[in-house]
């Protein structure tokens, strides 16, 4: 595991890159790798992660979480063990109970009422994990359409429309979206110099 310091954030696209003083060049993070937050990240956050190198040789964050954040799912896990504490009786006052010299009907009352008191605890336990388990096998298809609506590019240049021709600077490139396929699709490009996505800022796809 490596850690650093979220270093840039851009909330609208959900990525961004960590500093990490092990680690020469930032880490590129994708909002993918954080699922399960509580909340969104921002700037300044401390970072833990498991490091990849991408096929285009840039490293990349993977199975992220944000140092003294729990998930939500795991917040959800723990709740409902201690509700079941609460209400489960103390060691001390069954015994107390047993030791009280009721009537032969009033104990048959208040076996009675403890009888209908468990059912009624274990029937609420029954329910607690079942939505517990229903929550957390839908949570991940939530999480993965939010990825989708991130991961969505912008501009999605035509393949058709170009071929990979031996071009590898934005000197050689003719529009942002031939620069966009080059970037994506054809080897040995050196388009995207900072390493965000967007190829040949200055000349064809700027700010």
């Known amino acids: 595991m490596a850690k650093g310091v979220l270093k840039r954030w851009n909330d609208d696209q959900g990525f961004g890159f960590i500093q990490a003083d092990a680690i020469r060049e930032d880490v ?16 300044g956050d401390t970072v833990i992660f498991n490091l990849e190198t991408d096929s285009q040789g840039r490293k990349r964050a993977v199975n992220a979480t944000i140092e003294g ?3 939500v799912f795991s917040a959800r896990e723990i709740e409902t063990p201690a509700l079941a504490l609460q209400r489960k009786p103390s060691a001390h006052q069954r015994t107390n ?35 517990r388990t229903v929550l957390n096998s839908s949570a991940p298809a939530v999480i993965e359409e939010g990825v989708e609506s991130i991961e ?21 490139m003719n ?33």
Not at 28 to 43: D, E, K, W, Y
Not at 99 to 119: D, E, M, T, V
Not at 194 to 206: A, I, K, L, T, Y
């Open 69 to 71: 954040m729990k998930s």
């Open 97 to 131: 109970s047993r030791q009280k010299p009721y009537s032969s009907h009033a104990s048959r009352w208040s076996n009675g009422l403890i009888g209908l008191a468990l059912a009624v605890g274990a029937l609420f336990a029954g329910y607690q994990v079942y939505s």
């Open 152 to 172: 969505a590019p912008s501009r999605q240049p035509a393949v058709s429309q170009f071929q990979c021709e031996g071009k590898t600077r934005c000197s050689q």
């Open 28 to 43: 590129f993070v994708h909002i993918s790798a954080l699922g399960g937050l509580s909340r969104r990240p921002i700037v």
């Open 175 to 207: 529009s942002c979206d031939e620069a966009m396929f080059y970037l994506n699709h054809c080897p040995g490009s050196v388009t995207d110099g900072d390493g965000d996505g967007r190829p040949c800022e200055d000349q064809w796809c700027g700010h």
